[in-house]
């Protein structure tokens, strides 16, 4: 297969010839450490993760090594614009919700890729300008982030928004022509619609300090200063046979700015210098101490959109190639604790907590994140003094207020008094442990006053 256009031209502008809430997900545990990507990358406080499709989710061989050794996961297209709302207002969360499940079941976190690019877009959006393609991408933002709130570590709300070549400023496309703001406002409304991901930028051609890099290192100083909501860059990496050598320069001077880095794609040129680009990138992460995570851009070489480049760090039997073993060695010596502070969120109102069972049972309390006509709440569901195999909340809501959907429950109803019961993957709770779910609404969220029964 041809390296396709765009990469080429990545490849070639970059000179390259040339992880939430307050840490990076520490989640493999200690009998993986030290042998497998995800359990040596936790024990340096950082993820390793991969883009995945469900269309796999039947392979042995692919199954096999992503459990093994991820500790995160991404959609490789599956959450893009194109699939979640392919038409307008009519939203398909299937595969991402897939993605999300096998992801907690195996207690992995999740990267969410990506809200708004201006490539794989539906067609409806691709024809739309003006204030009906802004309302509308604000709204896809809003609906996308609240179905998967509490569920996605950090969030590419902006992908690819900055141009090629030496200019450092902007690409045109269709939302960058509904104004200059529409970075902004994409951040805002997704912190309002998840304020507990991680929000990022996401930029290919960004690997070492070049005019583009610059050009997004001017706007996250500039979003820091009038207090824009965000929290992280994503560094694609995809990477030919050199590296920049400014690459870990530039991941420093953005964390300089506060905020976190996460390298979002990677994949390097099979070829004599593949096993050591991946070593390069690896400890230049783990010597940053805001640098969070490495992802790779999937599983084996031939589940990789670069095709023939044989760019990944499996071969197609799932067999680990020197590549893996360079990045394993790396993730396993040295290494810069992870610093990251945690994100400043908006103010929400004031847990309303209903009395903790006195015995056995479960408690629920609510968080409401309200904004003008509408409103996401967070309900926490909290274990008694024993476990519980199954949970029931009931609410009810206040006139005028409808239910317009849910994430992580079951709801029956959507005025008045509603009640949501657990999923397949979150109705055992530990004693004294919690589980979260939500749900998102029009109108006004004031009162709630959820109760929790152990089913
Ligand atoms: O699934 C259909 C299949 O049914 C159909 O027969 C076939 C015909 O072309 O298309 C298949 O869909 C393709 C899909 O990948 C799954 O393979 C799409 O055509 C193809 O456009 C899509 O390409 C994806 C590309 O983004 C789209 O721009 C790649 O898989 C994906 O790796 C790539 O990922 C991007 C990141 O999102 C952003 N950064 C760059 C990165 C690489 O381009």
């Known amino acids: 297969m041809r390296i396709p256009k765009r990469l080429r031209a990545a490849l070639g502008v970059a000179g390259v010839g040339a992880i939430a ?121 809003t609906q996308v982030a609240a179905h998967f709130r509490g569920q996605i570590h950090s969030w590419d709300v902006v992908n690819e928004a900055f141009a090629d070549g030496g200019s450092g400023g902007r ?40 005019a583009k890099s610059t050009g997004i290192y001017n706007m996250v100083r500039d979003f820091k200063s009038r207090g824009v909501p965000i929290d992280c860059v994503g560094l694609q990496s ?8 400014s690459y870990q320069a530039n991941i420093q001077r953005f964390a300089d700015l506060g905020v976190d ?33 490495i992802t790779v851009w999937g ?12 760019a990944l760090l499996f071969d197609c039997s799932g067999n680990k190639k020197a590549a893996y073993n360079s990045v394993l060695n790396a993730l396993n010596s040295g290494g810069t604790p992870i610093t990251t502070a945690p994100t400043t969120r908006p103010p929400t109102t004031p847990p309303v907590t209903t009395p903790p069972p006195g015995g056995a049972g479960c408690a629920a309390t609510v968080t409401v994140n ?4 509408g409103f996401v709440a967070s309900v926490r ?6 476990a519980i195999n199954g949970w029931r909340v009931a609410l009810t809501l206040p006139s005028g207020t409808t239910v317009t959907n849910a994430w992580s429950a079951n709801r029956s109803g959507n005025t008045g008094a509603i009640q949501f019961t657990n999923v397949d993957y979150n109705g055992r709770v530990g004693a004294g442990q919690s589980t979260e779910f939500g749900f998102q609404a029009n109108g006004t969220g004031t009162g709630l006053a959820p109760t929790c029964t152990a089913t």
């Open 21 to 141: 809430a307050c840490l990076a997900t520490v989640l493999a545990s200690s009998a993986t450490a030290g042998t497998t990507l995800g359990g040596s990358a936790a024990e340096k406080g950082r993820y390793f993760g991969a883009a995945v499709g469900t269309g796999k989710f039947g392979d042995n061989t692919y199954m096999t090594v992503l459990n093994r050794e991820f500790n995160s996961l991404v959609a490789e297209n599956e959450m893009k614009w194109d699939h979640t709302e392919p038409q307008q207002g009519r939203f398909n969360f299937t595969n991402g919700d897939r993605i999300v499940s096998h992801a907690r079941s195996r207690g992995m976190s999740v990267r969410g890729h990506a809200l708004l690019w201006h490539a794989q877009q539906p067609g409806w959006a691709q024809g739309l300008s003006g204030s009906a393609l802004r309302n509308a991408a604000i709204n896809h933002v």
């Open 238 to 245: 995809h990477l030919g046979t050199t590296i920049d050598s």
């Open 381 to 386: 569901v909290t274990a008694g003094s024993s």
């Open 171 to 210: 690409r045109d496309s269709n939302l960058q022509r509904t104004g200059n703001d529409w970075i902004e406002a994409a951040f805002r409304a997704a912190r309002a619609a998840d304020p507990g991901a991680k929000l990022c930028y996401n930029d290919y051609n960004t690997d070492g300090i070049n």
């Open 299 to 310: 599983v084996r070489d031939c589940d990789s959109w670069r095709g023939s480049d044989n």
């Open 370 to 373: 309200q904004w003008t006509g």
């Open 261 to 293: 880095v996460q390298i979002t794609e990677l994949d390097v040129m099979q070829g004599s210098n593949q096993a050591n680009i991946y070593a390069t990138v690896t400890r230049a992460c783990l010597a940053v101490s805001r640098c969070t995570g």
